[in-house]
């Protein structure tokens, strides 16, 4: 039966090879995609084929099925470890339901929809629309649970890194010294649109000077002249950890180790800085430390090599 047993390690050796990609992505986007209901019947009919294909004699099947089986013992593990790759931020926003009066809800359509269009042909995976989204869901969190001003924390949360569009794509805003600050160009963007843009006429002059504050100081953790300030700057510490920080953090850095390392060191530096008991118990409720923790320990271990004399 050897052409039955060179046949079988073949397509064992192919299957396998086709796993690896999975496997590489799950640890690397510390997600685990494959579902219990799959890998757990798989693996078990894998080792039951071993268990057959050793009874038979084909001993090639039976070391390339059993390493095909192992693998999918691998994807089983990493469900385990990392879960369904769920976003913090869909888990945290179960836990509250928020509803806003019809004015408010106009103020905040209003907001979204021009950040939304500010976006839309300036796309940024580190600093664009998904995480203007994220950043006012955690606010509007926070803000509900802390008992403040929802709508100010949420709003400054979709309105927070405008000024990042400005900053990579300078050739749309020639106006602006895109020497600034991030934060200041956000500032000065908001300004402009207070100034220019009749939509946000529904907003009073009293939330919009409290925006501008949120905006001009969202990096600065002793600016505390109105509660929407910090809980913004909570909600974007939060989004830039856990995994999808890590995402955010990859994407940022692009493999600069000087960079990474700089990145690294503020993530623990942000957790010294939460202002409200919402966010500290977000942070450890889900460890959103811990990816950092786990790229910082692979870095290091990376530059130890030998010495010597």
């Known amino acids: 039966m050897l052409w039955q047993d060179l046949t079988i390690t073949i397509v064992s050796i192919v299957l396998s090879l086709a796993m690896l990609p999975q496997l590489y992505h799950g640890y690397t986007q510390k997600k685990g995609h494959m579902h219990h209901a799959t ?84 796309t940024d995976k580190v600093h664009g629309f998904d995480h203007a989204e994220r950043v006012a869901g955690y606010a509007a969190l926070i803000a509900s649970q802390e008992g403040s001003d929802v709508l100010m924390a949420t709003l400054a949360g979709w309105l927070h890194d405008i000024g990042r569009a400005v900053e990579e794509h300078p050739e749309d805003f020639p106006t602006f010294d895109t020497k600034k600050t991030h934060h200041e160009l956000s500032y000065e963007l908001l300004q402009k649109w207070f100034r220019e843009d009749e939509q946000f006429s529904i907003l009073t002059d009293e939330e919009k000077i409290e925006l501008l504050y949120d905006l ?72 959103l430390i811990r990816p950092f923790q786990e790229e910082r320990t692979r870095l290091l271990k990376k530059e130890i090599t030998s010495v010597e004399l």
């Open 39 to 122: 890998s757990i019947p798989t693996v078990l009919g894998l080792y039951v084929l071993c268990f057959v294909y050793f009874s038979l004699g084909l001993l090639f099947s039976t070391i390339v099925t059993f390493l095909t089986g192992t693998m999918w013992v691998l994807l089983l593990l990493q469900r385990v470890r990392y879960g369904d790759g769920v976003s913090c931020t869909k888990k945290v926003h179960s836990k509250v339901d928020i509803s806003f009066s019809k004015e408010e809800q106009q103020k905040l359509e209003a907001v979204q929809s021009k950040v939304q269009e500010l976006f839309a042909t300036r």
């Open 216 to 287: 001009r100081y969202h990096w600065n953790d002793e600016a505390d002249d109105y509660a929407s300030a910090y809980m913004l700057r909570d909600a974007d510490k939060i989004d830039g950890l856990g995994d999808i920080g890590l995402q955010r953090h990859h994407a940022h850095t692009k493999g600069n180790l000087k960079k990474a390392y700089m990145a690294l060191r503020l993530r623990y530096e942000w957790l010294y800085h939460f202002k409200t008991d919402t966010a500290k118990r977000i942070n450890e409720d889900l460890d």
